[in-house]
Every structure is written in C-alpha cells, then in structure tokens.
C-alpha cells in the first residue's frame, strides 16, 4: 500500500497587510455581492412569473369554455402580477431602507 501524506505550509507574516501567502486573493466587496444577488434573483422572479403566465394562459384557452376554470386560470395570472410587483417593490424598500442607514 502506498501511504498519502498531506503537505501542509506555514506563512507567518508580521505586517497582516503585506503578506504575500501565495493564495489568490478576491477583491470583492458585499456590494458587489448584493448586486449580483439582485441580478439573478430578479431575472428569476421574472422567469417564474412568465412560466406562470403562460401556464394561466394555456389554462384560460383550453378551459375557455367552463366558466370556473376560466376564472381560475384568470386568477393565476393576476396572481402572479401581483406577486412579482410585490417582491420587486419589497425589495425596493429593503435597498432604500438600507442604503439609508
């Protein structure tokens, strides 16, 4: 059998801001976290709102013809509206709030 030996190594810097460990570093900040997060967040609200939509769409044409489910295929489109407005104006006053403080 042929044994596995991990390798480790140890860097020890006095100045913390000028040590060269070798490692990459990142250069990000929680700003640029948090305007990545409501990138993709919103372009997937905006992706399930439409798959909904459409979904009530196909509902309404093909139950076109029996009133209670054209109401409630109907219903699924408001709804879905009204939730996307929703989550986008929350969190357009989560971002104003925090900015502000």
């Known amino acids: 059998m042929i ?5 480790t190594a140890k860097v ?8 060269d460990t070798g490692l990459p570093t ?7 976290l948090q305007s990545i997060l409501q990138i993709v967040f919103g372009i997937i609200a905006v992706v399930a709102v439409v ?3 459409i979904w009530g ?8 013809s029996n009133p209670q489910q ?13 939730g996307l407005v929703i989550a986008l ?3 357009l006053i989560v971002s104003f709030v925090l900015n502000r403080l």
């Open 89 to 91: 104006s929350g969190e």
């Open 57 to 64: 769409g196909l509902r309404l044409i093909t139950e076109g």
């Open 12 to 19: 020890e810097c006095l100045d913390a801001a000028n040590c």
């Open 70 to 82: 054209a109401a409630k295929a109907r219903n699924t489109i408001i709804y879905a509206t009204a």
């Open 26 to 32: 990142i250069a990000a900040s929680q700003a640029n």
């Open 3 to 7: 044994g596995v030996v991990a390798a």
């Open 51 to 53: 798959i909904i939509v």
